[in-house]
Every structure is written in structure tokens, then in C-alpha cells.
């Protein structure tokens, strides 16, 4: 068992930040919002639109429509699977 002090477990974390890319990500995305004319009115959508991720998307309605287009996928791969049997039958 190895004991980790406090001070290094942050140094571990620190370099896993840095190694990873994250530290420089945002720095980017702080730079960006420092550098804004006006500020936004909600800097944590800002910070997550500059990052990539969507924001105002309703997530429940996306799993509901995956599931419906799931289930015609398996309805249409059903049909198709007759029609062949159907045509290799004549």
C-alpha cells in the first residue's frame, strides 16, 4: 500500500491537467470570455458553448425519438428481410 501526501496527490492531479490538455483548454475558453466586448449573461453557457457542448437541448426527447427511430429501423430491417425471402421464393 503506498501512502500519497496531500501535496502530491495535487501535484499527480496537476500534471494528469496539463498531460491531458486540459489546462490549456481552459485557458482558452477564460481568454475568450475575458476578451468578449460585453460580457454574457450566463458565462457558464458561454464556457459551454466555446467548449462544444450543446446547451437548451432536451434530452429526454432526444432518447424518446432514439428509441422510436430504433424501433422503425428494426420494422424496416423486417420488411426488408420478407421482401428478400419473398423474392427468393419465385
Same mark, same amino acid.
Given at each position: ?23 490549456? !483548454? %481552459?485557458?482558452?475558453? =477564460?481568454?475568450? @470570455?475575458?476578451? $468578449? ?9 458561454? #464556457? ?12 429526454? !426527447? %432526444?432518447?424518446?425519438? =432514439?428509441?422510436? @427511430?430504433?424501433? $422503425? ?9 420478407? #421482401? ?7
Amino acid at each position: 500500500m503506498s501512502y500519497q501526501t496531500p501535496e502530491s496527490k495535487k501535484e499527480e492531479f496537476r500534471t494528469y491537467l496539463e498531460k491531458s490538455g486540459v489546462i490549456d !483548454a %481552459l485557458t482558452k475558453v =477564460l481568454v475568450g @470570455l475575458y476578451e $468578449e466586448p460585453e460580457r454574457p449573461g450566463n458565462a457558464v453557457d458561454y #464556457l459551454k458553448r466555446y467548449m462544444g457542448a450543446p446547451t437548451g437541448v432536451d434530452v429526454e !426527447a %432526444l432518447k424518446a425519438e =432514439l428509441e422510436a @427511430l430504433r424501433a $422503425e429501423n428494426n420494422e424496416l430491417k423486417q420488411t426488408n428481410a420478407d #421482401l428478400n425471402r419473398q423474392l427468393a421464393e419465385r
